[in-house]
């Protein structure tokens, strides 16, 4: 069964460098997002992407954090100066696309980066 | 308000029972409702999805939804230990493309 895979597993950064975390969503997807969990918390929504521009994004996703689709398969969460709070896990999710005859179609989850902040 | 409420256990049951996990919400406007499994270390697993009020019924879960009580529940028939894991209710508000809001999550344990 296709999956979303993200690299690395388990990323140890400094504080105040710039981090990309890596996913590569099921190949026939066409909406990617980006949501991450602080350890004890909610999984929390930072943005959606979609035809190459960000759909949606929530208030966490700030100036700090950036998307990207590079190429046909990989997309990219940036965060370009990495603060103590960014510690959480960061699961990139992939989706189909629906026609307005079709219903929902939900999102596929990856194993997800474990981001530790130094 | 989009609040999204799961009690987080932890839930302790005996192989073979019947499990009842459920989520409530305040915002009338969700339209679509999941349910994820998540083993530790492991992403988000869909196991169910529903769009409108009734039962949905797959293989030994059962997912529930109560638009007018605002409340969804998951229920688990004949539990195995492989099902010991955090079960995740999520719901949005409309087609593909919108972003998740999910509960806290459930902590099952099922004793073998």
Not at chain 2, 14 to 25: H, M, Q, R, W
């Amino acid at each position: 069964e296709p999956e979303v895979t993200q690299t690395p597993s388990h990323q140890v950064t400094q504080m105040g460098q710039e981090v990309i975390l890596r996913c590569v969503p099921i190949s026939n997807h066409l909406y990617f997002y980006w949501y991450r969990q602080i350890l004890g918390q909610k999984v929390e929504f930072l943005v959606s992407f979609y035809n190459n521009e960000i759909s949606e994004k929530s208030e966490i996703f700030d100036d700090q954090f950036s998307v990207e689709r590079p190429d046909g398969s990989n997309f990219t969460l940036k965060i370009r100066s990495t603060k103590l709070e960014d510690s959480a896990m960061y699961f990139c999710a992939s989706s189909v696309r629906t026609g307005r005859s079709e219903r929902n179609q939900p999102q596929h989850f990856g194993d997800g980066t474990r981001l530790s902040i130094l | 308000q989009k609040e999204v409420e799961q009690d987080p256990g932890p839930l302790s049951v005996p192989e073979g029972a019947i499990v009842s996990l459920n989520c409530t919400y305040s915002n009338s406007a969700f339209q679509y409702f999941m349910w994820y499994r998540q083993y530790s270390r492991k992403g988000p697993e869909l196991l169910m999805y529903t769009y409108s009020s009734g039962n949905k019924e797959d293989g030994r879960f059962t997912a529930q939804v109560d638009k007018s009580s605002k409340y969804i529940s998951l229920f688990i028939r004949d539990s195995q230990p492989s099902d010991s894991a955090t079960y995740l209710c999520a719901m949005s508000l409309r087609d593909t493309g919108n972003q998740f809001y999910f509960g806290t999550g459930t902590s099952l344990t099922v004793i073998p």
